[in-house]
Every structure is written in structure tokens, then in C-alpha cells.
């Protein structure tokens, strides 16, 4: 099993930056690819991005490129996903998941393992 947290959600203005963190848990952290979505009211569960077991390659959606940066460290067993040039479509709740091998995907069915969520409000 594996207790995912996340934190630093919040209210931010247009153009502001957040630092989610995703904390992890129980069974050998590193042995994981890990991914964010987000899922803003009356929509789908979306993938943000993702990174592999030992954060040597990551991927992003469309909407993350350019703006977003996902990593983590294993001596904190923690993923991170930096947020920059925000705006009120990024509005959401955002996930942290877990996923057994160690590769992530864009595919929300694929993860065994979800954090409860944080809030991320960009608005003015």
C-alpha cells in the first residue's frame, strides 16, 4: 500500500506560481511512477504530468508544457509540481497517483494509488 498527501494548494492571482508537494507513504517509494492530474468542477480527471521511477524523464500534457514542472526526491518521498504562468483554466483540484511499474501514463485507469486532492483557485 501507499499513503499519498498532497499539499500547497491555494488561491492565486493570474500569472502567479504555486508548489504543490505529494508526500509519500508505505511501500517503497521509489519503485513508482508518478503522475498529477487535476479535475475542475463538471469535468473530467485530466493528466497534468507525469515522471518516471527515478525522475530521469518526464512528461506533460499540452497544457502543462512550458509552464509546469514535475520532480521529485526520493530522499523526501515526495513528487513536486511547480506551477508557473497560472491561470483561471488551471483551476482544479489537483491529484497526486502512484503507479506500479515504474513508468507513468496519461491514463487515469492505469494508477493503483490516489492522494485525497488540493484545491488550486487562479483567479482575481
Known amino acids: 500500500q501507499v499513503q499519498l498527501v498532497e499539499s500547497g494548494g491555494g488561491l492565486v492571482q493570474p500569472g502567479g506560481s504555486l508548489r504543490l508537494s505529494c508526500a509519500a507513504s508505505?511501500?517503497?517509494?521509489?519503485?513508482?511512477?508518478m503522475g498529477w492530474f487535476r479535475q475542475a468542477l463538471g469535468k473530467e480527471r485530466e493528466f497534468v504530468a507525469g515522471?518516471?521511477?527515478?525522475?530521469?524523464?518526464?512528461y506533460y500534457a499540452d497544457s502543462a508544457k512550458g509552464r509546469f514542472t514535475i520532480s521529485r526526491d526520493g530522499a523526501r518521498n515526495t513528487v513536486y509540481l511547480e506551477m508557473h504562468s497560472l491561470e483561471p483554466e488551471d483551476t482544479a483540484v489537483y491529484y497526486c497517483a502512484a503507479r506500479d511499474p515504474r513508468a507513468p501514463s496519461s491514463d487515469r485507469n492505469l494508477y493503483d494509488y490516489w492522494g485525497q486532492g488540493t484545491q488550486v483557485t487562479v483567479s482575481s
Open positions: 508505505g511501500r517503497t517509494f521509489s519503485s513508482y511512477a
Open positions: 515522471i518516471n521511477w527515478s525522475g530521469s524523464s518526464t
